[in-house]
């Protein structure tokens, strides 16, 4: 009776120690699936929407190959109107989900508002593009983007305002930080992002609280982000996020050394839908008309 009841203790830590191992074999071999979810939706890989279907009709699809063999595909939008002054091209990074398909409304509104070229990355991995994405690759992809706009000649004498969404914000403060030696960054767009993918484990996956160290997929914002002194930074933070706690952005924010930063929070917004609250597309025409257009 003795032993039974010992036994029966014994499973309660058994089962834990379960748990523990699987989710330690997850987070460690299967967290490229679990951080870059590219086949969410299931036909994310196949089904990319154009921006024909939202009604823009100038635009040019691409495949921009990298340096180490990947192809990207990418869309270039150009606005219907353009505006006086500088030039000004956007590269938008997404979250970690999805394609680059899902996001042409807001990069229709980009360059409705702003009068703007936008040029949407997709990550190696994802949608159209080839290869298999991780942190030391989509580093790699930015970087390409970049350099297009840079060598493209419609787009080389552009300001480029660097925007990001969730993941798309850690790539974005990446390659800002690597490039604004070069003076043609303007701004950096930042939306609910985080301070590090171990520090956000808990909150995404709590049963691997405790394994965070676990993880080789790092994209360490909170120390990349205080090297960035002269691009001024928007941050975008919508107070109801459900994936990203607030308080990231909000220490992202302390921890930014840019000359000029600025933060915007939306009350009611969560990590996907920030873009639909009322103010956000007029916090970005305001930086972009105040520290892009008119910084000369």
């Not at 060598?151 to 790539?171: C, F, H, M, N």
């Amino acid at each position: 009776m003795a032993n039974s009841a010992v036994q029966f203790l014994r499973l309660p830590v058994i089962a834990s120690s379960g748990l523990a191992v699987v989710a330690s074999g997850l987070l460690y071999f299967k967290q490229n699936e679990l951080i870059y979810p590219r086949n969410v939706p299931v036909d994310a890989r196949t089904n990319v929407p154009k921006p024909r279907q939202f009604g823009i009709s100038d635009y040019e699809d691409l495949q921009i190959p990298t340096p180490d063999g990947e192809s990207l595909n990418a869309l270039l939008l150009r606005p219907e109107t353009k505006r006086l002054g500088p030039p000004v091209t956007v590269l938008m990074f997404h979250g970690n989900a999805g394609n680059i398909g899902h996001r042409i409304p807001i990069a229709k509104v980009l360059m409705e508002i702003l009068g703007c070229h936008v040029l949407m990355l997709e990550y190696r991995g994802y949608g159209l593009s080839t290869g298999t994405p991780d942190e030391a690759g989509l580093k790699i992809d930015a970087q390409t983007g970049l350099d297009y706009i840079r060598q493209r000649a419609e787009t080389r004498d552009s300001k480029i305002v660097v925007y990001g969404q969730s993941l798309g914000g850690a790539v974005a403060i990446n390659l800002v930080a690597k490039n604004e030696g070069r003076g043609d960054i303007a701004g950096l767009i930042l939306e609910n992002t985080f301070l590090s993918i171990r520090k956000l484990i808990p909150t995404v996956f709590p049963p691997a609280r405790y394994l965070a160290r676990l993880c080789h997929q790092y994209w360490t914002s909170e120390d990349i982000l205080p090297k960035i002194s002269d691009v001024p930074v928007l941050f975008l933070s919508g107070l109801k996020d459900e994936i990203v706690p607030p308080s990231h952005m909000t220490q992202l924010f302390a921890v930014c050394k840019a000359q000029r930063k600025f933060w915007r929070t939306l009350p009611n917004g969560g990590h996907n839908d920030s873009v639909a609250e009322p103010g956000y597309f007029e916090h970005i025409h305001s930086f972009i008309m105040e520290e892009v257009i008119s910084e000369q």
